[in-house]
């Protein structure tokens, strides 16, 4: 007797069909195997603590072998002080939530210009002909070059430097709108129709949902470009009316030709950066993709 | 089995086509002069080689488009549509997909929604699946999901484009089954799509064959096989060598002579 034959004998028919598809659901799904935590930790933290040991290894050769002289390349004893000493003095931590306060603040902006924008360039025709082509093409000008702009109209404040984060950042997130939404299948809109979601019920319910994964990947590119953009702003503009920030640290370095002070300054803005990313924008994106079933879960 | 050639005039049709022609700007007709009743609580399948538009006439129905010329009619209201892909949302659980849906057609109470989803969700035998995202799911168990959000927008009117086509075998006829069922139990009206012969005389009440460009009604049959039937019965194989064979011979027409 066959699988398909087994279901039209007898009275049992409604059982027959329901054990027939528990039978099936069975066989089609896979439970997923799951890893215990530490180990998930272990496997993840090992290869960049063997690259960064690596790394700090091969610096402290070149350093010995003397190809540059002590003053163009500290060893890596010499930036562990200086960082030392910044953190001592308190300039550390005053540099690092300057920055990251003006960094926040102004992705924040961007934020809330750029999403607007990105809806509007991927929902209106006319808007995407007129700016749509602008706004890539701004994406790959360099916002450092906004900087002496910003200081001739704004003279050496904050507004000059949010000034600078705003054109480096909004253009990637209203991007990563514009192809959140570019890549959303058709059919999710004629189910949405079909379901009754027209306007903004549709574009709460399905648009925006549907739009996520680009519209977090452009959130965590605008970062960069928010980060990228303080720190020449900061590097530029230097004003003690700013306070000190992470850019201004390191131009100190350069001014008193201290490479040690040079090198933990640009150390600080690479992990600070690495941090935002790894602990915010890293986890939002997997969250997202992993609801989705777009990440592979090894 | 009878074949008719003419459909009787249902009293107070569930949905009814009257000349319904569409074109898409100044392309030639993809439907021409559609006549249809569908009575309430049957099932109809529309059967047709490619280009007979059978996916434009579900959209017509569905309202999601038009007609150039000629009147729809669906006293019921918006029906609900299947489509050849499960179309979930993967963003959401399977019970939050069918809470959307009630959410959609004006269902307040979040309470009230995710009850209902439950039940629909036991409906269709996927009681503890409510919890599960989209891509935890089979293909036979994201078009149950399908059909239970289908059945969330509480229409009398059911409209399914191909929805198992994409499916095996085994999981077909046993969607086949269930949607038998199921049509039976929530007693609705179901306009099927389909180009397999077999399926449609599995399923259907009535099969209405479309001719291809443009899409026309040439002939119906009645299929008077009690249910359950099986794919395999030698009944349903019967009427589906004559459906066919006319289906053959309307396909022929645009090999070169007419």
Redesign the interface.
Known sequence: MS??DS??GGSG??DD??R???G??AL??HAATRQSRLRKAWSATWPPLVALVLLVGVWQLVYLSGVKEPYQLPSPGDVWSALREFASSGDLATAVFNSLRRGALGFAASLAIGTPLGLLIARVRPVRRAIGPLISGLQSLPSVAWVPAMILWFGLSDAAIYGVILLGAVPSIANGMVSGIDQIPP??D??G?????RGL?AAR??LL??A?PGYVGGLRQGWAFSWRSLMAAELIAYSPELGLGLGQLLDRGRQLSDISMVFAGIFTILVVGIAVELCVFAPIERR?LR???LLATA | MTVLEETAPATAAAASLSGVTKRFGSGPNVLEDVTLDVAPGEFLCLLGASGCGKSTLLSLLAGLDAPTAGTIEIPGGRPALMFQEPALFPWLTASQNIELALRLRGAKSKKARQERAAELLDLVRLRDAGAKRVHELSGGMRQRVAMARALAQDSHVLLMDEPFAALDAITRDVLHEELVRLRLSQQLTVVFVTHNVREAVRLGDRVALLSSRPGRVVKEYDVNIGQPRRIESPEVAALSVAITEDLRSEIRRHGGQS
Do not use: I, K
């Open positions: 699988l398909l279901r039209n028919n409604g069909l329901a027939l598809e528990a099936l659901d089609d799904t059919l999710y004629r189910v129709r079909v379901l009754g979601a019920t319910f399905v949902p549907a996520m997202v609801r989705r079933g």
